[in-house]
């Protein structure tokens, strides 16, 4: 996992100082930078998905560095750059994020007092996942009349995609796993370290607080192509779908260049 996280932090970085070099991004554009935080939901082979008792148990906490570049404004000159629609209701978003949360089974077979409802209650996981990736912000609203005050909150939706690392953990409190897993689980835990991508669309807000300072509140919903994220699958038919999560996350955004 720390070189899956090595490839992730470099990135970031030629990712952003990168573009510290290059006049296109930084002479004629706007940047901003912020950080986020909030609850992570995770949807996975613990529990029976769409379970209300799995979805609001199987939570953790997520924290993320964005960077976004800021179309509407010229930072050469400290002024708006030429009118255009793209300009005026996008921007790009570029984030690095890490995740966790202790993941469990709910369900009606997991409350029966049953060798097998012991051993799913028992069986313990752990997600542990860090992503980098590039989404496209849209904005219905005019960003520079935003940015001029001339209404306090920006509605915004979101799509794009991350690079993944992640890294499972699963153990069972009755003692080593091999002996006590469910019969459905058999064969189907793998606690390596692995990537993948995933597709990312989200729906949030901003608010203004000052000329170069915002609040954000975002929501995501992101698919992974894997259904390892929590190092459990199975061939059962309720297992229709990769593993997904679901983050509701705020945070503060501060306008370089204003």
């Known amino acids: 996992?720390?070189?899956?996280?090595?490839?992730?932090?470099?990135?970031?970085?030629?990712?952003?100082?990168?573009?510290?070099?290059?006049?296109?991004?930084?002479?004629?554009?706007?940047?901003?930078?912020?950080?986020?935080?909030?609850?992570?939901?995770?949807?996975?082979?613990?529990?029976?998905?769409?379970?209300?008792?799995?979805?609001?148990?199987?939570?953790?906490?997520?924290?993320?560095?964005?960077?976004?570049?800021?179309?509407?404004?010229?930072?050469?000159?400290?002024?708006y750059a030429r009118y255009s629609y793209f300009n005026d209701h996008f921007r790009v978003r570029a984030e690095l994020d890490y995740h966790e949360g202790q993941l469990n089974h709910f369900g009606a077979i997991a409350q029966k007092k049953t060798t097998g409802g012991e051993q799913l209650r028992s069986m313990i996981g752990q997600a542990k996942v860090y992503e980098i990736g590039a989404h496209l912000e849209y904005y219905p609203l005019s960003i520079r009349d935003y940015t001029a005050f001339a209404y306090p909150i920006a509605p915004y939706v979101s799509l794009g995609f991350n690079f993944v690392g992640y890294d499972p953990n699963t153990y069972s409190t009755l003692g080593p796993l091999e002996d006590h897993t469910f019969h459905t689980f058999v064969g189907y835990v793998d606690q390596e370290a692995g990537s993948t991508w995933s597709v990312v669309a989200g729906a949030g807000m901003r608010y203004k607080l000052d000329v170069s300072s915002d609040l954000v509140m975002n929501m995501q919903w992101r698919y992974y192509n894997t259904d390892w994220i929590d190092g459990l699958d199975h061939d059962n038919p309720q297992n229709k779908f990769n593993d997904m999560m679901f983050w509701l996350n705020f945070g503060y955004i501060y306008y370089l260049n204003f």
Request: aromatic share 16%.
């Open 1 to 79: 996992m720390a070189n899956i996280f090595k490839t992730l932090m470099l990135s970031y970085l030629l990712f952003f100082f990168g573009k510290i070099d290059s006049h296109a991004q930084v002479g004629m554009v706007g940047q901003e930078i912020g950080i986020v935080a909030g609850p992570v939901a995770y949807f996975t082979d613990y529990g029976l998905r769409w379970n209300l008792e799995t979805n609001s148990s199987n939570v953790g906490l997520g924290v993320g560095l964005v960077y976004y570049l800021n179309f509407a404004y010229k930072a050469d000159c400290d002024c």
